[in-house]
């Protein structure tokens, strides 16, 4: 048989009226004896909120004090199956003073990127948080909103301007008597890369080219995940706005949309549009620069493109290019292609067709007049006319 011991209270052993205080912990003996802690008191005009044992010397309690609680001492009781144990004077209750931040654990988000929004941050102290008026991180951080959920605990929700500047800030919490300072409690650091454009956006099976980046903020940038298929030989940070990967696409690369990741010392950002591998191409550095009329369907490259009538499952054609004028009099009509895909797919990647493309009652397209294809980093210049 043994009676609870209570030696101390952490992190605080005082409160303000009105004040509610959680996550406190009771430190002492005996508290898993006698069937366990049934009760724990910290006298009139304060409410134990919750309490559980940790260990047989701590446990855990969260406490309610009323608003016009008298000033002054209160015993702290606990109590098991073997009797009470107290500790006389253990805890204050005292009028609202200034906010007292808990310097070892002030925040439990310490670090956002310039132009991040939205973040929530908890920010504990050791009391008096209670009537806050005012809580402030420092120049380029706004606080959208805050609420103080406990005498010991805030819960704010910040964003950061883009333009912040990168370094520590100052939290500052205000009440109506006064305020209390965490230095370097808060680090801004730089933006995440932006992604605005990337050339070329089709890459082949078994093919080994420079991928550019264009964009903002890519100084920092170290490290990238172009997927299981595709490897970087190297990268080069040519400046803050562009990156060149020199890549390798596997010879067996699936085919499909590919998600790129790069990263910077603020952390990762996806690029906001895939890459492409398509199959390697079987079609190459063709051209056609001569005018094309024709009844029915008509190209300035070929007039139907992948219809099954050549000799492979699927037709990709790369580096090729149309220049002269097209004349369809029966059927769609396209500067570089009538119709793309039809039976089978068709891949295009960097071709493009500068003559004009005219129909009659059909459709007509600068570079393809119908299609069931994928194309890429490919372009037109023509003008298309229906009559």
């Not at 992190?11 to 996550?23: A, D, E, F, H, K």
């Not at 690029?271 to 390697?280: A, E, N």
């Not at 005018?291 to 190209?299: E, P």
Request: with cysteine; aromatic share 10%; charged share 10%.
């Amino acid at each position: 048989m043994a009676t609870p011991v209570v030696s101390s209270i952490l992190p605080t052993n005082v409160g303000p009226q009105g004040g509610i205080l959680y996550w406190l912990q009771i430190v002492g003996e005996h508290f898993t004896d006698g069937g366990g802690v049934s009760a724990v008191d910290f006298g009139v005009e304060v409410t134990t909120d919750y309490f559980f044992v940790l260990d047989d010397i701590t446990l855990e309690c969260g406490i309610s004090i009323d608003a016009l609680a008298a000033l002054g001492s209160r015993t702290i009781s606990v109590t098991n199956g073997d009797g009470t144990g107290s500790l006389v004077d253990g805890f204050t209750v005292t009028a609202l003073l200034a906010p007292s931040i808990y310097d070892p654990y002030p925040v439990d988000v310490s670090i956002g990127y310039a132009g991040q929004s939205s973040i929530v941050i908890g920010i504990y102290g050791y009391a008096y948080l209670t009537g806050t008026t005012d809580v402030d991180f420092g120049a380029d951080i706004t606080i959208d909103s805050f609420t103080v959920v406990y005498d010991n605990y805030i819960e704010a929700t910040i964003s950061i301007d883009l333009s912040a500047t990168p370094g520590t800030r100052d939290l500052t919490i205000t009440n109506t008597v006064g305020n209390d300072v965490c230095l370097a409690c808060f680090t801004v650091t730089e933006p995440l890369p932006v992604i605005s454009g990337i050339a070329p956006r089709c890459v082949e099976q078994d093919e080994s080219l420079l991928l550019n980046f264009y964009g903002t903020d890519f100084s920092s940038v170290f490290n990238y995940d172009f997927g299981a298929d595709i490897t970087v030989n190297l990268m080069t940070v040519v400046s803050d706005t562009e990156i060149v990967f020199d890549i390798t696409v596997d010879s067996a690369a699936t085919v499909g949309s590919v998600d790129i990741y790069v990263e910077n010392t603020s952390g990762w950002c996806i690029v906001p549009f895939p890459l492409m591998i398509i199959p390697k191409a079987n079609v190459t550095g063709c051209s056609s620069s001569c005018m094309v009329t024709a009844g029915s369907i008509a190209g300035g490259f070929i007039g139907f493109w992948g219809d099954g009538t050549l000799d492979i499952c699927t037709t990709v054609i790369r580096n090729c290019y149309a220049t002269g004028n097209v004349v369809s009099l029966g059927g769609p009509a396209g500067g570089f292609a009538g119709v793309a895909g039809d039976t089978t797919y068709v891949y295009g990647s960097r071709c493009y067709a500068t003559g004009n493309a005219t129909g009659y009652d059909s459709a007509v397209g600068g570079f393809v007049g119908s299609a069931y294809a994928y194309l890429c980093d490919c372009y037109s210049r023509g003008d298309a006319l229906v009559t």
